[in-house]
């Protein structure tokens, strides 16, 4: 018996693509370059290229030739592509813009929706098929179906194929048993086939995808250490720890993979991967919800949600009841999440564009006796000295979402409960090939608009933060965050009622998500779940588009790299964004 692998590349044509409305849901949108180019006669031209199916589009942003910074005009060149073919379809415009527009060329080019024209796929994965099947002269093919938009002239060579799946598993999923075989796999699938090849089993039929890899589970050594396995499922290769292995780094330097770090604190295991077993596992004690340090005031009291706050008469889901609750006041009138669970599109944008302008001095509110310049002022240290205050140097107005909670009537699974529900989206965590340290990646594509995870840590006050950092000063700090979306809102608060999280020593996966000034794929967004003073609040990390699987997630943390008075060193930024506001 001889089996084959054969690959059908099957060519669609317009009718069989189906409905424009198929089509457009079909449609991948994203960014898949920003680079800057030096061409003399233009100089740091912006090229932006966003890709949808086998369309791409691009624009070119450049400065005007020997125009002042300030006065610079940059020249917006938008071109269309399919296929590689560029199209004539009257968006080729040239444009004259105004240094200022460059951001928002830059938003909405991200933002804009794709054309009818670009909304075609590639490949229809679900159409791919693997099937067996067997010829008159006794011979088993097993085929791998997938319908391609694309008609290749060229195939490429089986090896080649198979040496670029073995090269993309050893780098994207953490692979690193050098005994990995595509091919392997292959010929334990034709064993398989011959194991069940029975009289009785006459009709060609589908061999199910996890027989196949239960077969090919197998066991090894790494470094004479570790015993490891492969796996069917996403997690390829694990580890087991020990049962009391709460803290990573006592259990075992540098291993290959950890299959959960949150030990079975999240609903999602959430694995690491060591690569190159070059980095340190961080320290630090993993928890799923904000904990009060020590005097932050966080009172999680049914009496103080007054009655405007909740809503008794709502049952089940919130979202499919005739009309909109109370709960949707903080939105006016309308919920922030969609029935599919994500957040609202307008929401979103308008919550982004907020993000993006952390630079901007003119989106910023001021506090009259500021809590974070104060506790910057009464250090334990400088007490001592002479007190000196700062002027506050302002804090980013916010957009809150508010979810249903304890005293409303609906259900747990209410449309409007998101973020309290913690983390369904399958993360890793992984060494950044950039020298960024530890980065958080997705194993699966995220649409625009879905919850990711909020960022939890200790609820220490300004002051404690502060004593803290003069305690360790020089020692490795994940950055803290400020819960100062609402300080607008209150001339005087009290030190214990002006908070912020610290996930240095305990905290959840959010601890490892990297920094990119202005275009980063997460937006956070503060939600009030408990608390309606706004005091205290959780932070949830959305998608600000369409993220692919294995892509790096990142947020703005909004680090003036220019503010040497910030009690936290900055560090070199490695963002890689064309929008990098660390100079040189
Ligand atoms: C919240 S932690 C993120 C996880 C961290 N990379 C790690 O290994 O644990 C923040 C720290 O990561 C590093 N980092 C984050 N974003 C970076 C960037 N864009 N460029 C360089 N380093 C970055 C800095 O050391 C920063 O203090």
Known sequence: MRLDLCVHAITLTERERGSEEEMASEEEVKVIEVLSDDEPEDPEPLILKRRSGNHTRSAICARQDGAPEEAATKRARSTSTCGGRELDNGNNATEIVTQKNMMDIYHNFVHEPFQEE????????????????????????????????????????????????????????????????????????????????????????????????????????????????????????YLDLPDDSYEIQNVMKNPTFVEDITRGEERQPISMVNENGVLELPKFFYISKNVVYNTAYVNFSLARISDHNFCSNCSGDCLSAPANCACTAETRGDFAYTAAGLVEEKFLNECIAMSRRKESKDHLFYCENCPLENSLGKSSKQQKRKRTVKPCKG???????????????????????????????????????????????????????????????????????????????????????????????????????????????????????????????????????????????????????????????????????????HPIKAFKCKCGSYFCRMKN
Not at 177 to 195: A, M
Not at 542 to 563: A, M, Q, S
Request: glycine share 6%; hydrophobic share 35%; charged share 30%.
């Open 118 to 237: 670009f909304s075609v796929a590639d490949i229809h994965p679900d159409s791919t098929q693997l099937e067996l099947v067997s010829t008159d002269n006794g011979e088993v093919k097993v085929l791998l179906i997938f319908n391609n938009t694309k008609y290749y002239t060229k195939i490429p060579s089986l090896d080649a194929v198979l040496e670029a799946v073995e090269d993309k598993f050893h780098k994207e999923r953490g692979i690193i048993n050098p005994e990995f075989s595509v091919k392997k796999l292959v010929k334990e699938l034709c064993e398989c086939v011959l194991q069940m090849n029975t009289d009785s089993c006459s009709e060609p039929r589908l061999l199910p995808i996890s027989e196949i890899s239960k077969k090919s589970d197998a066991k090894f050594h790494t470094n004479g250490k570790y015993l490891h396995q492969i796996h069917s499922n996403s997690h390829p290769i």
């Open 395 to 565: 804090h980013l107005m916010r957009k809150f979402i508010k979810e249903c909670w304890a005293k409303c009537g609906c259900s747990r699974n209410c449309g409007n409960r998101v973020v309290q529900r913690g983390i369904t989206v399958k993360l890793q965590v992984f060494q950044t090939p950039q020298g960024k340290g530890w980065g958080l990646r997705t194993l699966q594509e995220l649409e625009k608009g879905t919850f990711v995870c909020e960022y939890v840590g200790e609820i220490v006050t300004n002051e404690e933060l502060h004593e803290r950092n003069e305690e360790s000063a020089g020692e490795e700090h994940t950055y803290p965050v400020l819960l100062d979306a609402d300080w607008a809102a209150e001339r005087h608060l009290k030190d214990e009622e002006a908070l912020c999280l610290d996930a240095t020593k305990f905290g959840n996966v959010a601890r490892f998500i990297n920094h990119r000034c202005y275009d980063a794929n997460l937006v956070e967004i503060p939600v009030e779940v408990e608390t309606p003073d706004h005091h205290y609040y959780h932070l949830g990390f959305f998608t600000t588009r369409k993220v692919e699987v294995n892509e790096e997630l990142n947020w703005d943390y909004g680090i003036d790299f220019d503010d040497e008075t």
